[in-house]
């Protein structure tokens, strides 16, 4: 499956962003998936995932209470809306899938599939 994501820009602090990621070439609705950022000089970190059968969220502690991840299957694309936006959350953010079987698992189980990437910087 190949993963495009967009939505990234500026934004203020407090503010938000939705982010999607559009896939194509696979069973789109077979995929779990998931959020991971990179901020500058950090390492990988996850964010959100969501089973296959949407039934599922998992989310790290980082965003918790500020993101939802979502899905259109109809649209082959997952979705990541960000609220209350913070400096520290400036980060290239990337969306992954995998036939993993749960949300949770996506965290501790590097997904297989990965898009490029797309940044989202926020100023204080």
């Known amino acids: 499956v190949q993963l495009q994501a967009s939505g990234g820009g500026l934004v203020q602090a407090g503010g938000s962003l939705r982010l999607s990621c559009a896939a194509s070439?696979?069973?789109?609705?077979?995929?779990?998936m998931g959020w991971f950022r990179q901020g500058p000089g950090k390492g990988r970190e996850f964010v959100a995932a969501?089973?296959?059968?949407?039934?599922?969220?998992y989310y790290g502690d980082s965003m918790k209470g500020r993101s939802t991840i979502s899905r259109d299957n109809a649209k082959n694309t997952v979705y990541l809306q960000m609220n209350s936006l913070k400096p520290e959350d400036t980060a290239v953010y990337y969306c992954a899938a995998d036939l993993i079987g749960t949300a949770q698992a996506m965290k501790i189980k590097s997904p297989r599939n990965w898009g490029q990437g797309t940044l989202v910087t926020v100023s204080s």
């Open positions: 070439g696979g069973p789109f609705s077979r995929y779990d």
């Open positions: 969501l089973a296959w059968n949407a039934g599922e969220t």
